[in-house]
């Protein structure tokens, strides 16, 4: 098991940016390949996957909602998982969550962990984000 902490929150108008960021710890095996992804949830919504990627390395994968937009990158040495969003817009704003799966293979698709990090039992606590008009 992962403990996954997420920052980067916050309000902005549309058109900003914001980064998020997910820091992993607690993985004692060293193994440090996960597929991990970014997820969004409101209270009138259901819970929606948003980017994905492997950090062994692969594809990414993103909702059709975010494409162009929004960017998922990782920095291995600091254990972080980020999410660039860019041009936001009102319908952006949700509770963000990061997600973690472990896996073994070398590399993996974007589709592939978001298979996978649909069955996630590693959450952070969340991050707002809060996009005006």
């Known amino acids: 098991q992962v403990r996954l902490v997420e920052s980067g929150g916050g309000s902005v108008q549309a058109g900003g940016s914001l980064r998020l960021s997910c820091t992993a710890s607690?993985?004692?095996?060293?193994?440090?390949?996960?597929?991990m992804g970014w997820f969004r949830q409101t209270s009138v919504k259901e819970r929606e996957l948003v980017a994905t990627?492997?950090?062994?390395?692969?594809?990414?994968y993103y909702a059709d909602s975010v494409k162009g937009r929004f960017t998922i990158s990782r920095d291995n040495a600091k254990n972080t998982v980020y999410l660039q969003m860019s041009s936001l817009k009102p319908e952006d704003t949700a509770m963000y969550y990061c997600?973690?799966?472990?896996?073994?293979?070398?590399?993996?698709?974007?589709?592939?962990?978001?298979?996978?990090?649909?069955?996630?039992?590693?959450w952070g606590q969340g991050t707002q984000v809060t996009v005006s008009s």
């Open positions: 997600a973690a799966v472990a896996r073994t293979g070398a590399r993996a698709s974007g589709d592939y962990c978001a298979n996978a990090l649909r069955a996630a039992s590693d």
């Open positions: 990627l492997y950090t062994a390395g692969g594809t990414e």
């Open positions: 607690g993985d004692s095996s060293g193994r440090n390949r996960y597929c």
